[in-house]
Structures are given as C-alpha cells and as structure tokens.
C-alpha cells in the first residue's frame, strides 16, 4: 500500500476553483517584474513570502492585486498559466476550471486580448504536454459595479465560444450577489455557465442570492451555508457543488484551525464537496497539498478522499461521458490502492 501522499497525488483529480493570478509564485513575480522593467516594493522573494499572513480576505486581496501588477502582456499569462500546469499535472490533476479577473488587468491597461490569449496558449499546450483539459471562467470583481462586469463581458464577446462560465470573486461582505442580477442573466442569455464565490465570508443569505438571483451552477466555498440547516438540505438535496478551499479557509481565518475544518462534516450532510487550491502560491499549497493538509487534519479516509476526488468530476462542465470516464478512473485507482 503506499504512503497517502502518493495516494493523493496519484488519485486522478479536477480542480474547479484556482484564480490563476493566485498561481503566482514570488520568483515567477520577480522574474517578471525583471522582465517588465517594474519595480516591486519587497527586496527579495523571502521578503513576498514573509509578507503572506493574511487575518482576513481583504488583507489577502490587496497583496494579491498589487503582485498581479507584473503581468504584462500575454507571455506572462501563457508563462504564469503553464507553470500552473506543468505542477497540476505532476499531482493527478487531469481538468482544471481556472478563473481569471480581467478587470485586474484591463483597468491597468493591459488589453483584454492580451491576458486572454496568453491563457488560452498555455490551455492548449497543457492539453499537448500533459493531456490535461482546462476551462476558463471569467470572473467579475464584485467591489467593482456592474456596469464595470458588463463592460468586461463585453469585451469577452470574441472569445465567447471559449469561455466556459462567469464568476464572481473579490470582496465579499457588503457587495451580495444580487448587485450582479442582471450581468449574470446576460451571461446566461448567452450560453454561459455561472459560478459565484458565496458564503467565505459572507452569510447564509448571499449562498442563497447565488442560487435564486444568480442561478449558478455551483458556490464557490460555501462554508457558512452550514450555519442555516435548510439551505443545507436545499443545497444537498439539488446536488450543488461546492468549491471547497481547505488551506485558504485557513489562511484567511475562516477556520482558525484545520482541525476543525468542516469539510467531512460537509460529505456527512450529503453536500457535493470538492478540495481546491484557491490561491496556491499566497496560502501555500497546491491541490494535493490542500487533499493531503485536511486529510491529515481531520483524519480523512482513502474513500473519503475516491469520493472527494468523484465530486470534482461530477461537479465539473465537462460532458457527461468525460466525466463517467474519469469517474471510472478514480474507482479503479481507488480499487488498486
Ligand atoms: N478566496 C478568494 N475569495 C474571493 N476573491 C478571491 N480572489 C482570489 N481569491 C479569492
Ligand atoms: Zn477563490
């Protein structure tokens, strides 16, 4: 039997919740900042590192805007994006949905086709190097209006056809779904699917508003849905997939312990729980990390992590058919391990 470390990164996994400006490591960051002829305000990469402890979102959001500022033209994103990939796939990760702002970028000066294009190259070359497959999601920054969120899908239009979804990420309390009624039915309208990060920090009510004002197809985190027994049930009984972030959770002070994060709690209740990266070079671990770090943490079984590792196909925008496969994949590997 191996280790359950090798188990981990062996078990064939998606990841549906990755921002990939949050895949930015601090010697990529200064490689760029070198590259770009921009200066950053830290001496060195122990320095960046140093300055990652973070007692809320917010703390985190304003470091991480401010090192998405070296990301200049589409070789950044294509480099940033495939050294995501090329360390996804080395840990079992076979499909990845990873969201972009573009409005970090695009408010900065940075055109849209720039950011997009550099992603969409390093997609198709993870899919040659690695046969991983990959969806974009575009998400709109919710501290921002929704007159900025509809002039970002409007920019988005000629690259429609390969945007999977829209999201919605940044600032959470004070700024609730409904704000983006209207954007995300525009998304709808024109064949989007939606995801909204919903319940991190926020209450019980915005985890609502995502599903009767946004009608999404899953809830990015969720955790303070477990505060309100029937939202549980209504999300358990439709099968909502819940982009679960252990070592965010924990970085951003939404469980002060891994000890007592809720993500067993969560498969008890009969939620469609997934373990993501969020974030991976600002919370400090990447997919398998995040399996292994709340394994360990709450003593997790090898079914528990087959089933968790199930959830993310299942609640992926893959077909149908893709996701039986993979599906079979993981009970096989399950069955040998
Ligand atoms: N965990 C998170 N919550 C909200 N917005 C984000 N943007 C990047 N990571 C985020
Ligand atoms: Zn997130």
């Known amino acids: 039997m191996v280790d359950l470390e090798a188990f981990v990164r062996g078990l064939p996994k998606a990841e549906l919740h990755l921002h990939i400006e949050g895949s930015l490591e601090p010697e990529l960051m200064f490689a760029l900042a070198k590259r770009n002829g921009i200066a950053l305000p830290y001496p060195s990469v122990e320095a960046v590192r140093a300055a990652y402890a973070f007692s809320n979102l917010q703390d985190f959001l304003d470091i991480y805007y401010a090192g998405a500022s070296v990301l200049l033209t589409r070789q950044d994103f294509h480099d940033l994006a495939m050294a995501y990939f090329?360390?996804?796939?080395?840990?079992?990760?076979?499909?990845?949905?990873?969201?972009?702002?573009?409005?970090?970028?695009?408010?900065?000066?940075?055109?849209?086709?720039?950011?997009?294009?550099?992603?969409?190259?390093?997609?198709a070359e993870a899919q040659a190097r690695h046969g991983m497959t990959s969806a974009l999601i575009l998400s709109f920054l919710r501290h921002l209006s929704q007159d900025a969120a509809f002039a970002t899908l409007a920019m988005a239009e000629p690259w429609l056809d390969r945007i999977t979804a829209v999201g919605l990420d940044s600032s959470e309390v004070g700024h609730p779904p409904r704000k983006f009624e209207q954007v995300f039915a525009a998304a709808a309208a024109k064949g989007l699917k939606r995801v909204a990060h919903a319940g991190?920090?926020?209450?019980?009510?915005?985890?609502?508003?995502?599903?009767?004002?946004?009608?999404?197809?899953?809830?990015?985190?969720?955790?303070?849905?477990?505060?309100?027994?029937?939202?549980?049930?209504?999300?358990?009984?439709?099968?909502?997939?819940?982009?679960?972030?252990?070592?965010?959770?924990?970085?951003?002070?939404?469980?002060?312990?891994?000890?007592?994060?809720?993500?067993?709690?969560?498969?008890?209740?009969?939620?469609?729980?997934?373990?993501?990266?969020?974030?991976?070079?600002?919370?400090?671990?990447?997919?398998?990390?995040?399996?292994?770090?709340?394994?360990?943490a709450r003593g997790l079984s090898r079914d528990q992590l087959a089933q968790l590792a199930r959830n993310s196909f299942a609640g992926s925008f893959l077909p149908q058919e893709v996701i039986a496969s993979h599906i079979k994949d993981i009970d096989a590997y399950a069955a040998a391990h």
């Open 200 to 296: 991190e920090e926020g209450p019980p009510a915005y985890v609502y508003e995502a599903l009767d004002l946004l009608h999404v197809d899953r809830i990015d985190h969720g955790n303070r849905a477990l505060e309100d027994e029937d939202l549980v049930a209504r999300l358990a009984a439709q099968g909502m997939t819940l982009t679960v972030c252990p070592l965010s959770n924990h970085k951003l002070c939404v469980v002060d312990d891994l000890a007592d994060h809720p993500l067993d709690r969560m498969l008890a209740l009969g939620l469609a729980a997934t373990v993501n990266s969020d974030d991976p070079a600002y919370f400090g671990g990447y997919v398998a990390d995040n399996y292994l770090a709340v394994a360990r």
């Open 86 to 123: 090329d360390r996804a796939a080395a840990e079992g990760v076979r499909h990845a949905e990873i969201m972009f702002d573009p409005q970090t970028h695009t408010d900065r000066g940075v055109p849209f086709a720039e950011v997009i294009e550099g992603l969409l190259s390093a997609m």
